[in-house]
T-cell receptor, first 106, second 114 residues
Framework: DQQVKQNSPSLSVQEGRISILNCDYT??????FLWYKKYPAEGPTFLIS?????DKNEDGRFTVFLNKSAKHLSLHIVPSQPGDSAVYFC?????FGDGTTLTVKP | ETGVTQSPTHLIKTRGQQVTLRCSSQ?????VSWYQQALGQGPQFIFQ???????GRGNFPPRFSGLQFPNYSSELNVNALELDDSALYLC?????????????FGPGTRLLVL
């Protein structure tokens, strides 16, 4: 049973537009979520987090939204840049989703 | 400040052999976690060490074992290698062991079992 699911393996957007990456979870015990970004041949790097007591956290171009009743998170990147092209992982309590590969086209 | 380093970067072993992977934590971090990432999947939690004691374990068999040393560096040992053990092994360090702690990952060791 996969407790964190990222149902879109890939996403392609145009530079300057919004990227929306989605994540669903099943474990109600998860009270803190993190997003990591991974470039090829590198380890994941922390991007942004959110506590379950909040429904939104913003850091520059990155915003994470949490809908606890739906057990759903989304990561918004605005505006998207070619350097954002990477694999994005959603995590809860050391449980990772399978990632979404974002490609931002110039 | 030194980041998380792992060695070796690549490794080829044959089925049935044993392997040891090494990780040096980021300076000042006392917690280390190991993950296995198969192709096309997300990292799967193997176990975590906090101040030299195992502090949680994922769904991996006992042939996956680890150590953490007084300087907080760590080893992952895998005995009786199987073909399905072929994966990228990631080490991550953090300052505390809480679920809310940001983890800092090394570049990984890519293991191929033939």
């Amino acid at each position: 049973d996969q407790q964190v699911k990222q149902n879109s393996p890939s996403l392609s957007v145009q530079e300057g537009r919004i990227s929306i990456l989605n994540c669903d979870y099943t474990n109600s015990m998860f009270d803190y979520f993190l997003w990591y970004k991974k470039y090829p041949a590198e380890g994941p790097t922390f991007l942004i987090s959110i506590s379950s007591i909040k429904d939104k956290n913003e850091d520059g171009r990155f915003t994470v939204f949490l809908n606890k009743s739906a057990k759903h998170l989304s990561l918004h990147i605005v505006p998207s840049q070619p350097g954002d092209s990477a694999v994005y992982f959603c995590t809860g309590k050391s449980t990772f989703g399978d990632g979404t590969t974002l490609t931002v086209k110039p | 400040e030194t980041g998380v380093t792992q060695s070796p970067t690549h490794l080829i072993k044959t089925r049935g052999q044993q392997v040891t992977l090494r990780c040096s934590s980021q300076s000042g971090h006392n917690t280390v976690s190991w993950y296995q990432q198969a192709l096309g999947q997300g990292p799967q939690f193997i176990f975590q060490y906090y101040r030299e004691e195992e502090n949680g374990r994922g769904n991996f068999p006992p042939r996956f074992s680890g150590l953490q040393f007084p300087n907080y560096s760590s080893e992952l040992n895998v005995n009786a290698l199987e073909l399905d053990d072929s994966a990228l092994y990631l080490c991550a360090s953090s300052l505390f062991r809480g679920a809310q702690e940001t983890q800092y990952f090394g570049p990984g060791t890519r293991l191929l079992v033939l």
